[in-house]
């Protein structure tokens, strides 16, 4: 199970990688789109009108790509007051319960996403703004990431369950 877990943490770091290289390219599109309003290279050519919109969508795509990862390595926000204060077997059985709970929202989210990816897919929903693309393109990336998700807590409940018993040690207020 540690290797599976490995190579998963891999493909997470894959993932964040890859959002950072959409967060440079969001950078440059940004960069390029100001210069040409503002320097007239091209004549006619006042910025990229597309910009507004691709860099939306790379948002968007970033957060989904890197929340895996984020989640993995103990980045994601967390209030941990009570954990800290109440009896270390009692934390720990209230990190249960909330994994419990994160799991089976992550999944239902997963599958909704999904049916929606497929229903917009079947219907030839389209996006229209100054880009015309299919719906589902966009729709597309949100059940993945959730799935992602949903596995990394099924190996924090792992790590969980062969660690202490007590609260987690990532992702604290005060250490």
Not at 40 to 51: D, I, Q, S, T
Not at 141 to 146: G, H, S, V
Request: with cysteine; hydrophobic share 60%.
């Amino acid at each position: 199970m540690d290797g599976l877990s490995r190579l998963y943490g891999r493909l997470l770091a894959g993932l964040a990688l890859a959002g950072c290289a959409v967060l440079f390219l969001m950078m440059v599109v940004i960069c390029v789109d100001v210069l040409l309003r503002n320097v007239r290279l091209v004549p006619g050519m006042l910025g990229l009108p597309w910009a507004n919109e691709v860099t939306e969508y790379a948002l968007y795509l970033i957060t989904l790509l890197t929340a895996p990862w984020l989640l993995r390595q103990g980045m994601h926000i967390r209030v941990d007051v009570l954990l800290r204060v109440m009896p270390a077997r009692l934390a720990w059985a209230c990190e249960w319960v909330v994994d419990l709970m994160a799991f089976a929202c992550c999944a239902a989210i997963a599958w909704y996403g999904l049916k929606a990816v497929f229903s917009s897919q079947a219907i030839g929903g389209m996006v229209v703004k100054v880009i015309a693309i299919p719906e589902w393109w966009l729709l597309a990336p949100l059940p993945a990431a959730f799935l992602l998700l949903a596995i990394e807590i099924l190996f924090r409940m792992h790590r969980l369950w062969q660690g202490e018993r007590g609260p987690r040690a990532d992702a604290v207020s005060a250490a």
